[in-house]
């Protein structure tokens, strides 16, 4: 499992034997208990629930106090030990979903691949897909056995900070997941000032799906998404979005399209925005 994962093909999965383990992602920024509740509500069995904010992100500053964004990265011995908590070593078969299109999800799926984790995949259409599929849903929280700390790594994935983008803006492509009002800087729910990093394209996240809530075929994502890259490789190319999540949306549809891995910015807007010094653009 690389990127997606059907809920036909999830539900013959979890007959064999490992099961793949199931991390259900689901959350609601407008309320960060949300997911959790709807996941003791029910979820697929066996299902583990992954928070955004306690598994899938670290301190909102760094030890001299500067503000690192929403959702900064956890470091990777944090995260490691996270997984190992989990249940979650280099052989586990991991599918992450969520009940949002997939950005919480895609989320999970990143940072394991961040941690050199090659089996890994997001469920299709998410819980939703998995109902429609006829899965069962149970309300029991079966206990993990909790294995030894995820083993240590070089990062898998390439990442940017604030600085490093800063030096080199306008000579990288940048793309921003964020809805096309937020980046117009039209309305700021959230963050400490409207609009966009100079010189961002917007590509919404959920454009990387169909009317049927699944990704659309690797074929139509690639298609949409190489203007984007206007002749660069994947790997030239930044993807933000307001805190680092909703780019790994975008993340995992540019892998799906067979166009390889970009840089993230996990600070993303929200960390960007935070320092009046840095260039802003709305429009």
């Known amino acids: 499992m690389k990127t997606l994962i059907s809920a036909d093909d999830l539900l ?11 991390l259900d992602c689901s959350f609601d920024l407008a309320d960060p ?71 919480y999800a895609a989320r999970a799926w990143w940072m394991l691949r961040w941690m050199g984790h090659a089996d890994v995949a997001v469920l299709d259409g998410g819980l939703a897909a998995w109902r429609a599929a006829g899965g069962m849903l149970t309300t029991d929280a079966l206990p993990v056995q909790a294995r030894a700390d995820y083993p ?39 963050d400490a000032a409207a609009g966009h990093i100079p010189g961002a394209h917007n590509r919404f996240f959920k454009t990387n799906l169909g009317a049927d809530g699944l990704f659309k075929p690797a074929e139509v994502l690639r298609a949409e998404w190489l203007p984007l890259l206007a002749g660069r490789a994947a790997g030239d190319v930044v993807q933000q979005c307001g805190s680092g999540v909703t780019a790994c949306h975008n993340l995992l549809a540019l892998a799906q399209a067979g166009l390889g891995d970009s840089v993230l910015y996990p600070g993303s807007w929200s960390e960007w925005s935070a320092d009046p010094k840095r260039a802003r653009a709305q429009g």
């Not at 999965?13 to 490992?18: I, Y």
């Not at 030890?63 to 944090?78: I, K, S």
């Not at 989990?86 to 992450?96: A, F, K, Q, R, S």
Request: charged share 20%.
């Open 12 to 22: 013959k999965a979890c007959q064999g034997n490992p099961p793949p383990r199931l």
């Open 33 to 103: 208990a949300a997911g959790e509740r709807a996941w003791q509500a029910g979820h697929p069995p066996g299902a583990q629930y992954a928070h955004l904010d306690r598994d899938l992100a670290g301190p909102l500053r760094d030890a001299a106090g500067r503000f690192l964004g929403r959702h900064p990265l956890p470091t990777r011995e944090a995260f490691a030990g996270t997984l190992g908590r989990l249940g979650i070593g280099p052989d586990t078969p991991v599918v992450c979903y969520d009940a949002q299109g997939g950005p």
């Open 152 to 190: 240590a790594m070089p990062p898998a994935l390439p990442t940017i900070d604030a600085d490093t983008l800063a030096a080199r803006l306008g000579r990288l492509p940048l793309v921003d997941a964020r809805p096309p009002e937020r980046f117009r800087g039209e309305v700021e729910p959230i």
